[in-house]
């Protein structure tokens, strides 16, 4: 075994096992920085929700004023490219998706619906190899999707988004 007497074997062992160890050791937080505190975030976050005082009761005359909440999803575009056999809708959203996932439009075909105005479903446009079409749950997020409108005469459509009806315009 003169293979054992060489140092760099025993060097090659010793990193091996280092690497094994450091691999196998359960996960924690190493990212330390020279103002963060013993808290955590969380911690932090409920110190100062429960150390507020409580609100003053407001006066009979004061009446709240309610917030216009921004929607969750919108219609920000729409592109028609006319054809010999129908039009090919360019449809991009601006939104955030609603629960704890991001939604991909790809591979969940039941996340949106599309009707015209006359109440005919509008196909999507096949494409071999389309774009991704994700919807961030955390921060609003541009989709773009394309559909086939076979009907030369509608002049909306209906947009229906995570249970959201939205009505959208088609220029001409």
Do not use: C
Request: charged share 30%.
């Amino acid at each position: 075994m003169a293979v054992l007497k060489r140092f760099e074997i025993w060097l090659l062992l010793g990193l091996m096992a280092g690497a094994v160890i450091f691999a196998l050791q359960p996960d924690r937080d190493v990212r330390i920085s020279a103002t963060q505190s013993e808290a955590t975030p969380r911690e932090k976050l409920a110190d100062r929700e429960t150390s507020t005082a409580p609100e003053k009761p407001a006066a009979a005359s004061e009446k709240p004023v309610p917030l216009e909440e921004e929607p969750v999803v919108r219609v920000e575009k729409i592109r028609v490219t006319k054809t010999q056999q129908g039009r090919l809708i360019n449809l991009t959203l601006l939104g955030r998706a609603e629960g704890p996932e991001p939604i991909d439009f790809n591979s969940d075909k039941d996340a949106i619906s599309i009707t015209s105005d006359k109440g005919d479903v509008v196909e999507r446009f096949f494409r071999p190899f389309p774009d991704p079409a994700v919807m961030d749950n955390e921060q609003a997020s541009l989709v773009n999707l394309q559909y086939w409108l076979r009907d030369d005469e509608a002049k909306f459509l209906w947009v229906n988004v995570m249970n959201h009806k939205l009505k959208a315009a088609i220029p001409e």
